[in-house]
């Protein structure tokens, strides 16, 4: 279910956070990283928990090394795993300070065998790729009802209201 902007959290809430808000906000997103930075903002000040998972940890931080090289060496974002894998120095030139920063204000939410075990019956009873279901697992595991995405597939999920940029 929609239940609006992230700007309309109330105060105090638990909100799971999606890589697709980390990266606006990291990426200064034309459209979405206004609202995002100041979701972040309202997290950083305690005035909403911000929760994530290793799994958006992995998705952002790759998000984030994929942005900077597409920049940094000009190459199309589908040659970014080529030059990678061909060229592994190039890691050693982005500065990964800007993400870790940004996640440190999170709450990681480990990923164990019964978000797992969750995540199967989420992928068959919502239709969810499966980082997506290890997401919703993770908040109905620890009672997380929020969650800010820009990913509509989780309105699919009941009990769990969708913040959006």
């Known amino acids: 279910m929609v239940a609006g902007s992230l700007s309309s959290i109330p105060a ?3 909100v799971f956070t999606d890589s697709n808000i980390l990266t606006y906000h990291l990426l200064g997103d034309p459209v979405h990283g206004g609202s995002c ?11 909403v928990e911000g929760y994530t998972s290793p799994i958006v940890v992995s998705e952002s931080v790759f ?14 974002a589908g040659d970014v795993l080529a030059l990678l894998k061909s060229q592994p120095e ?3 030139s982005i500065e990964l300070e800007p993400v870790v920063d940004l996640l440190e204000i999170f709450s990681l939410i480990p990923v164990g065998k019964r978000e797992v075990e969750e995540s199967y019956r989420l992928i068959q009873r919502y239709q969810l790729l499966t980082n997506d279901a290890l997401h919703a ?3 109905k595991i620890n009672g997380i009802e929020n969650i800010a995405t820009n990913d509509s597939d ?3 999920v009941e009990n769990l209201k969708v913040w959006k940029p």
């Open 12 to 14: 105090g809430e638990r």
């Open 37 to 47: 930075r100041a979701f972040v903002a309202r997290v950083e000040e305690g005035e």
């Open 63 to 76: 998000n984030f090394i994929k942005a900077s090289i597409v920049k940094r060496y000009r190459v199309r």
């Open 90 to 92: 190039t890691l050693s």
């Open 137 to 139: 697992a993770c908040c």
């Open 154 to 156: 989780f309105e699919r």
